[in-house]
């Protein structure tokens, strides 16, 4: 169950010290973030590593999404 919690706040985006945080205010549950973190490792819950280069992700996005009109130029 603890798990599950764990699980669900990771892939809101939490830090692990903000899961600990919140799992010892919302939940009643104490447990230190070494702790913490080998629960992550042992779900396979990892943040990428590997960051996009933005120059790719800026030409993509021009390419992919409709172009957003801002009303007159001032």
Same mark, same amino acid.
């Given at each position: 169950m603890h798990d599950e919690i764990i699980e669900n706040y990771f892939n809101l985006g939490l830090t692990a010290p903000e899961i600990a945080l919140?799992?010892? %205010?919302v939940h009643g549950v104490g447990i230190s973030l070494r702790q913490l973190k080998r629960i992550l490792r042992r779900l396979g %819950?990892?943040?990428?590593r590997c960051r996009s280069n933005l120059n790719d992700v800026v030409f993509l996005g021009n390419a992919t999404w409709p172009a957003v009109s801002r009303g007159p130029a001032r």
């Open positions: 919140f799992l010892a %205010s %819950s990892t943040r990428r």
